[in-house]
């Protein structure tokens, strides 16, 4: 008499808790992919903005944008710069 057990290898027995991820419960950032920073949204990485008067239109003035004061990238409004949430 044999019982058909078949034993699987063991695949979903891997309890991989393997103590790499030690970083308390921080998790990294989704928004700024963990730099701290990203992009600067109101000027899309040129450092100006197209800035129009409206009494003239036509005319258009490269400002320095002051959301990223020229640097093009802005702090992860998210994680505050961290690159990480509690
Ligand atoms: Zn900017
Ligand atoms: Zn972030």
Redesign the pocket.
Known sequence: MQDQIVSPPSLLSSSSSSSMNKKKNTR???????????MCKLCKGNATIEWSPLYDPVFINPCLCPTCDGHRIQR??????????Q
């Open positions: 990294s950032c989704d928004v700024c992919k963990a730099k701290g920073f990203y992860c409004l998210n994680c505050l710069g961290s690159g990480f949430i």
